[in-house]
């Protein structure tokens, strides 16, 4: 069977970028914008004058002087600034049980909600309400909780810093901890690990280390469709002649060769620049292997060199000075044998040596990672073997050389510097208590695991959401969904309409808010926001477009309102702090004084970096050192049944998270469909399966420990260069298969990436042509 005969597949011989990104982006602003919106924003993307792309937390260039073209971040910013429109006449006219059998493409697709809406049981509809009626029934709900610990209150990593942290004190001051946040299912491997490492949950490199080292590894991250404008600095590297290693069960092609917009004559010749020197197909799962494996290399090697008298190829200086717990990660390395590391990998002994030969050469080294890495069951040790790697040879804390962990939303990393955590440390509870003169909640919170587990259990019963899609980007679709429907009170603070506002709790509400595009006026005039990006770079934001509606309010101005329905004796002047959003960042300083002189400092174009410790080799740990940790084994995931396969759930070209902007996965050859299984031809032949048959998926193991049966069914296989053992599909369709218990204990983050699966011929008929629109593919 030729691959032709798949509807919808057909391998992508092109570059990143290029003329097909061009075409892209044309096709995602026609179907979105209106011409004068459309050449008025993209103008005003990552400008020092303009807004923060609401795409990727990569940072912009310190000299932002011309449009730095990215095609996702065009159909980010083109999603946000579209034309159309969700009416309160649409929604009189549809009931919510007809909008359910809408696909998530659809939900989205119908535009920007321009009223605030309440659920209406009799009519089974959405119907518009006044702001102060809303805010009313919200404070009305939440107060008659027996106790604030029964509400979560979720953020998603678009809100600003000034939102958020308006947000966190409300929270506080209305008494929980309860603060289930994207990050939790994103990065908390991260920021759990790598303060037990470093000192510092943050990476620890700027942009401008990346123009001065000289070896980069890409672990378990797809920057041509996540972090788009990360190319070009992969480009300029690899142009000098850095070699770029690359760590993925999957070819991704942004990591193979990219073609540059921004160069004219590359564009024109058809040129593209090679990124990856090196590309190791590892199995899912097997990074520890591989980094233990380099590890093993560097200390033979290094013993080697000192018995002839040269240089270790370990820093022993800056290990002696700065860490503690070599001995002990030696031992553990040294016990791990070649052949356990080979078969966890999948990767020969000498593949793992010749990538640990380019790190032990390179004086200067850049580790990069992403969603491969963290979202495992042993995502904190995965992370904290990143780091040792890294500290071995003294890779951390000088130019040219660090940690670098791709973030996701635009201000995930923002929300958490300024109060979004489930586990308040003694300083921040200080700065509230010394700003504000309430006690906040000391008890921790739940996260987002803890927070759907509580209301599946009916221990919590109010659900604020913050922006995001939380029921559909959580693990275990359909159990999440039917404990979403247990909750008295469900509010949605949203630009678009999604899956989860239509899972209706006794009291249901959706509030419309501004976007990051669109200018934002209050009672001193327009105002601009701040965000974080993945490199401790603080900057302003703010949006130029005309707001989709009048009725739009800025996310502080909602808050506010929330806040002051909900506390009749709050301490906060909330009006006066959105009045002029100045004043918030003077609250965000004396809370958290890592911000001092917040709104001077920011008003200089490019903004500021916040101080990471660790970047300046200063380790806050208990013993004021960097700590080598051990990962016990080399299972990052629960043990696969003999016939099981390793299934990944990954984001096509044309999506981005739970919005899909389109049905297409370019770079992976993918048209017009979701309902894809990416196969090993060896697999499928083991199995009895051809590319183009359909196939049903059975979650296995740790996903049915609970006697439930996990599984989608009807997804059509295709061949494709994928580690042997590994298949990927997309996320969210393959979240049925995961259980909200299959997640890395140390951090809560879902095992996304590891999911163990049994895939057999589908019960469904088979019909290859069939060419069903993606469905929220709920078996
Ligand atoms: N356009 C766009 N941009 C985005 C997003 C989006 O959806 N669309 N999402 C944003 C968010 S919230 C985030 S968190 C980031 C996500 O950015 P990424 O971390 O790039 O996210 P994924 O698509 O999940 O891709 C993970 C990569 O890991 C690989 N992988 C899977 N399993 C393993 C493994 O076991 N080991 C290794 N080494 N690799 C593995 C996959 O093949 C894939 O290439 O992007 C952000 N930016
Ligand atoms: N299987 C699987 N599941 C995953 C992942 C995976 O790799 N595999 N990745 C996980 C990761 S890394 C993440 S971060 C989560 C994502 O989880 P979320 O952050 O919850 O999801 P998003 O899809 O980004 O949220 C999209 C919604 O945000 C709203 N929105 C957009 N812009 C704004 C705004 O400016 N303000 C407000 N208030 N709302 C806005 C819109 O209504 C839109 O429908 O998913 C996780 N789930
Ligand atoms: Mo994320």
């Not at 600095?233 to 070819?251: C, D, F």
């Not at 808010?513 to 200018?519: A, K, V």
């Not at 016990?632 to 899909?660: A, C, F, K, V, W």
């Amino acid at each position: 069977m030729s691959d032709k005969d798949v509807p919808g597949f057909e391998p992508y011989d092109g570059p990143a970028g290029g003329w097909g990104a061009l075409g892209a982006v044309a096709r995602a602003l026609s179907g979105q914008m209106a011409i004068a919106r459309e050449s008025i924003a993209l103008h005003k993307v990552n400008q020092p004058q303009g807004f923060d792309c609401p795409g990727c937390a990569w940072p912009d260039p310190k000299e932002t002087s011309s449009f730095e073209f990215c095609e996702n971040g065009a159909k980010a910013v083109s999603w946000e600034a579209t034309a159309k429109r969700v009416k309160p006449e649409f929604f009189a006219t549809n009931k919510v049980a007809d909008l359910w059998n809408l696909t998530d493409y659809t939900l989205e697709g119908l535009g920007r909600l321009t009223h605030p809406l309440v659920y209406d049981h009799a009519s089974d509809t959405y119907q518009p309400i006044g702001w102060d009626a809303a805010f009313e029934r919200i404070g009305a709900a939440l107060r008659a909780l027996p106790d604030p610990d029964m509400a979560e209150f979720y953020t998603s990593g678009r809100a600003s810093n000034e939102a958020a942290f308006l947000y966190q004190l409300f929270v506080r001051e209305f008494g929980t901890n309860n603060f289930p946040d994207c990050s939790n299912m994103c990065h908390e491997a991260t920021s759990v690990g790598l303060p037990q490492s470093l000192g510092s949950g943050k990476g620890t490199v700027t942009l401008d280390d990346f123009e001065h080292c000289d070896a980069i590894f890409c672990i378990g991250h797809n920057p041509g469709t996540n972090h788009p404008r990360m190319l070009s600095t992969l480009r300029e590297a690899s142009l000098r002649g850095v070699p770029i290693v690359v760590l993925n069960p999957l070819p991704e092609r942004g990591l193979e060769r990219f073609t540059s917009p921004q160069h004219p004559v590359e564009m024109i010749t058809n040129r593209s620049v090679r990124i990856a020197s090196t590309y190791y197909k590892l199995k899912i799962g097997g990074d520890v292997a591989v980094l233990k494996g380099m590890m093993k290399y560097l200390l033979v090697e290094d013993a080697k060199a000192l018995a002839e008298g040269m240089p270790g190829v370990v820093d022993h200086d800056f290990i002696e000075a700065n860490t503690s717990g070599f001995d002990a990660l030696v031992a553990d390395v040294e016990a791990t044998e070649w052949h356990a590391i080979e078969r966890k990998s999948g990767l020969t002994r000498a593949e793992i040596e010749h990538a640990a030969g380019i790190y032990a050469r390179a004086s200067k080294v850049i580790v990069c990672y992403g969603m491969g890495i963290t979202q495992h069951a042993h995502g904190t040790e995965n992370v904290q073997q990143i780091a040792n790697l890294l500290l071995m040879r003294g890779n951390i804390g000088r130019e040219g050389a660090g940690i670098c962990p791709l973030r996701g939303h635009s201000n995930v990393q923002g929300d958490r510097t300024v109060g979004i955590t489930e586990k308040p440390n003694a300083a921040l509870n200080e700065g509230i208590r010394k700003t504000y003169g309430f006690e906040p909640p000391v008890e921790h919170g739940h996260d987002a695991v803890a927070a759907v587990i509580a209301i599946r259990e009916g221990r919590s019963k109010a659900l604020v959401a913050l922006g995001g899609n939380l029921a559909v980007a959580m693990p275990d679709t359909e159990e999440t969904f039917a404990a979403m429907r247990g909750l008295d009170l469900a509010v949605h603070i949203a630009t678009k309409l999604n899956r989860s506002h239509l899972i209706i709790a006794k009291e249901s509400l959706i509030l419309p808010c501004l976007g990051r595009t669109e200018l934002d006026e209050q009672a001193t005039g327009p105002q601009a926001v701040t965000v974080e990006d993945s490199m401790s770079m603080v900057h302003a934001s703010a949006g130029t477009l005309t707001p989709a509606s009048e009725h739009l309010r800025s996310e502080p101005w909602i808050v506010r309102g929330i806040a002051n329905a909900t506390l009749p004796d709050t301490k906060v002047d909330w009006d006066r702090l959105v009045g002029d959003y100045n004043l918030i960042r003077d609250d965000i300083e004396k809370v958290f004084p890592i911000f001092y002189d917040f709104n001077k400092r920011v008003n200089v174009p490019g903004g500021f970096r916040l101080r990471v410790a660790a970047s300046e080799r200063a380790w806050d740990t208990p013993d004021k050192r960097a700590q080598f940790l051990i990962a016990r084994g080399l299972d990052e995931d629960e043990p696969l049944g003999d016939d099981d396969l390793m299934l990944t759930t990954i984001r096509s070209h044309d999506q981005y998270n739970t919005t899909i902007y389109g049905l297409n996965d370019r770079y992976r050859g993918v048209t017009g469909r979701r309902d894809v299984i990416f196969m090993h031809e060896k697999d499928l032949a083991a199995r009895g399966l051809r590319q183009g048959d359909r196939i049903d998926v059975f979650a296995t193991g740790v996903n049915v420990a609970d006697g439930k049966e996990r599984a989608v069914r009807g997804f059509t296989a295709v061949a494709f260069d994928i580690a042997e053992g590994s298949v990927a599909m997309y996320y969210p369709e393959g979240n049925a298969l995961i259980a909200l218990e299959s997640h890395d204990r140390r951090s809560g983050t879902p095992a996304y990436k590891s999911v163990p699966v049994r895939i057999v011929a589908s019960t469904l008929p088979a019909d290859p042509r069939d060419k069903r629109k993606a469905s929220h593919a709920v078996a």
